[in-house]
């Protein structure tokens, strides 16, 4: 609902403004992304059509008693949306607009404002005007100006240095009155249930919960550390049994992600799970805001079982949906296509190479380590580093290494452990490795692989990392920029009689000619070569 215009004592008509300025206004951050309208409602279409497959084609817009919550509501365009559906669904339920809009503002339609800020903007979205008793509302029967659209300021609960309901770190944001403290009241509570109650007056049972919660919080770390925040959402929104849950969150929960473990093992294990739309470029979803490793949004129903359809939507093509099962591995696949190519592999009961594949820091030196000094000592190592643009070698003694002193005097692979170079494909997957000899070590900016007895099995296994088939499977379980260990359980170790190539890879697992197209459209061709960077 873009506007309203009182006619006559009682009655209004809500009209639609082109442009919709809750398409025009800025992000506030990457963290606190505004949804635009026409995302809000396609995800919105979606809840009704699961409404109506689970109530025998009733719509959901047509009944007066459901309630919907948006818990972190930032511009208000869910609700605005649900408000104007509503109030054209219930045109002949109750056929007087404004005893209308007043029910459904006061008794269907709640939010609750992350800041005090976008608390204000939802308020004029839905109500017209900030103040939901004022003279411009749309609403005429509420004694409180916040209507249903709470927000209060809510402080971090301390446990030492970090708040015990999230990754706050005690000295970025133990602050003033005067800013934003980013404690969300609505995962700031034990008792969810009973916290809303507290909010809004009454023990509200709330049918549908949808929305988009902020995705992530420094943790006080270096640079722009950030740890994720939007899985402690859908977790407090399940507890709350609503019939229905829809929310758009980044995808990185699929494969990845700092702390989320737990919590995809939860999702790819939810049954309830009826519906995933997966965009692996967020600029496909959020115009001009990327998000590394895109976005999705899912659609859960408390009273479904039976697999997940699963849709793609990348640039103008859209694949799916596909009826799948998301917990067939430990990690979501997301193109169907690339399952088939998996189980091709797997079936040949190969070794995987991670036994080769260090944990982060291989030689305990921190990607930013600078004891190093730059003419050779007795007994040093040399020393691979990178600083920002470029690979460089130094030396460091050997006392200082604490760690991987079974790679210290062998062959092996430096390998970088992030890599961006966007989310379009084709994509290059992983950065170009570095054939390291005995007596070389490097810094975290590396993964080692290894060890291998020979120059030559080394310079094999290069050849092998640089294969398409090889970064395939890799881009399968790395979903952002980062690369460790777990992103190579799907590589399978080869014998090192031979330089594997695309064409020999290929054949030994039994690829056809649509499956080699689709990895080729992926996978772009990575050249090695003695001046090899991470570009």
């Known amino acids: 609902m873009s506007g309203a215009v009182l006619e006559g004592q009682a009655s209004f008509a809500l009209r639609g403004h082109n442009p919709d300025v809750l398409t025009c206004i800025a992000n506030l951050s990457n963290d606190e992304v505004f949804t635009p ?21 009733a719509v959901i817009w047509q009944n007066p008693d459901v309630t919907f919550l948006d818990p972190f509501t930032k511009s208000g365009v869910f609700l605005r949306e649900i408000v104007s559906r509503l109030t054209e669904g ?79 770190n005690r000295l970025s944001y133990e602050r003033g009155d005067k800013l934003e403290t980013h404690a969300y009241a609505f995962t700031h509570a034990i008792e969810i249930r009973a916290r809303l109650a507290r909010m809004f007056g009454a023990d509200v049972q709330f049918d549908v919960i949808v929305g988009n919660p902020p995705y992530q919080l420094s943790d006080g770390g270096a640079g722009a550390s950030a740890m994720p925040i939007y899985h402690r959402f859908v977790q407090q929104a399940k507890a709350l ?55 999705c949004y899912f659609l859960r129903i408390d009273s479904h079982t039976g697999g997940t359809d699963v849709t793609l939507i ?79 070698t130094a030396y460091v003694a050997r006392s200082r290494v604490t760690r991987g002193d079974e790679l210290i005097g062998a062959w092996k692979l430096f390998v970088p452990e992030g890599f961006n170079g966007g989310d379009g494909v084709p994509h290059q997957i992983v950065g170009k490795p570095i054939l390291a000899g005995p007596g070389e070590v490097c810094t975290g900016t590396y993964l080692a692989v290894g060890p291998f007895s020979s120059e030559q099995i080394a310079e094999r296994v290069l050849r092998y ?53 689709f990895i080729e459209s992926q996978i772009k061709p990575m050249m090695l070569d003695s001046e090899a960077t991470d570009e």
Not at 144 to 167: K, S
Not at 267 to 289: N, R
Not at 471 to 496: D, M, N
């Open 241 to 295: 049994q609503p019939r229905l849950l829809s929310m758009i969150v980044p995808s990185r929960w699929m494969a990845g992600g700092r702390g989320l473990d737990e919590f995809r093992t939860e999702m790819l294990g939810d049954p309830h799970i009826a519906a995933l739309v997966d965009y692996p470029l967020a600029t496909d979803a959020f115009s001009g805001i990327e998000i590394k490793g895109g976005v």
């Open 90 to 168: 219930l045109a002949e339920a109750i056929p007087d607009l404004q005893e209308r809009v007043d029910h459904i503002l006061t008794k269907q339609v709640y939010g609750i404002g992350i800041t005090q800020l976008t608390a204000l903007l939802a308020r004029r979205s839905v109500y017209c005007s900030k103040d939901a008793t004022g003279p411009h509302s749309i609403a005429k029967s509420f004694d409180r100006d916040w209507g249903n659209i709470w927000f209060e300021r809510t402080e971090h609960t301390w446990a030492g240095d970090r708040c015990a309901y999230c990754p706050a």
């Open 314 to 392: 990348r640039g103008g093509e859209r694949s799916g949906p596909t009826r799948r099962a998301l917990d067939e591995f430990d990690v979501f696949v997301r193109d169907p296509r690339a399952v088939d190519i998996l189980h091709k592999v797997l079936a040949h009961g190969d070794v995987p190479l991670t036994a080769r594949v260090s944990a982060w820091r291989p030689f305990a030196f921190n990607s930013d380590f600078k004891d190093f000094h730059a003419e050779a000592g007795t007994d040093d190592l040399v020393l691979h580093y990178v600083r920002p643009g470029k690979r460089l």
């Open 37 to 57: 309208p026409e995302l809000a409602n396609q995800m919105l279409d979606t809840v009704a059509d699961a409404w109506a497959d689970a109530n025998d084609g």
């Open 465 to 517: 990392y640089s294969t398409r088939f090889f970064r395939f499977l890799v881009s399968l379980r790395k979903i952002t920029q980062h690369t460790g260990r777990s992103t190579f359980a799907w590589v399978p170790e080869q014998p090192w009689d031979r330089d594997w190539t695309d064409e020999e890879l290929y054949e030994k697992y039994g690829l056809n000619e649509e499956e080699i197209a």
